[in-house]
Nanobody, 127 residues
Framework: QVQLVESGGGLVQAGGSLSLSCAAS????????MAWFRQAPGKEREFVAA????????YYADSVKGRFTISRANAKNTVYLQMNSLEPEDTAVYYC????????????????????WGQGTQVTVSS
């Protein structure tokens, strides 16, 4: 298990940008698969983006592709989510998640792929 703490949420106007950070504990951070999920009021938690070990493999939900960028700094035990061209539909609580580097039969975009979760940070986009 690893402890995760998100930061960087807030209120922004449509078309603006925000950058989220997720600080992780543990000496084996670089081996984890890391992801961002989000949950809007009354909706299920949904996948946003994932990044694997060296940062060479990244994956995005179709709804954020081209607008959001996930990255990681293993030396700082931190994963980031840069969000540009924000839309009111992006309003949600954003959660950071960590999982094993491989998980046979479980896709990277499913909640069960990840064993550790942060407390979440609120992102609100006004129209």
């Amino acid at each position: 298990q690893v402890q995760l703490v998100e930061s960087g949420g807030g209120l922004v106007q449509a078309g603006g940008s925000l950058s989220l950070s997720c600080a992780a504990s543990g000496r084996t951070f670089s081996s984890y698969a890391m992801a961002w999920f989000r949950q809007a009021p009354g909706k299920e938690r949904e996948f946003v983006a994932a990044i694997f070990w060296s940062g060479g493999s990244t994956y995005y939900a179709d709804s954020v592709k081209g607008r959001f960028t996930i990255s990681r700094a293993n030396a700082k035990n931190t994963v980031y989510l840069q969000m540009n061209s924000l839309e009111p539909e992006d309003t949600a609580v954003y959660y950071c998640a960590a999982g094993p580097p491989s998980y046979s039969g479980v896709d990277y975009n499913t909640r069960q792929r990840y064993h550790s979760w942060g407390q979440g940070t609120q992102v609100t986009v006004s129209s």
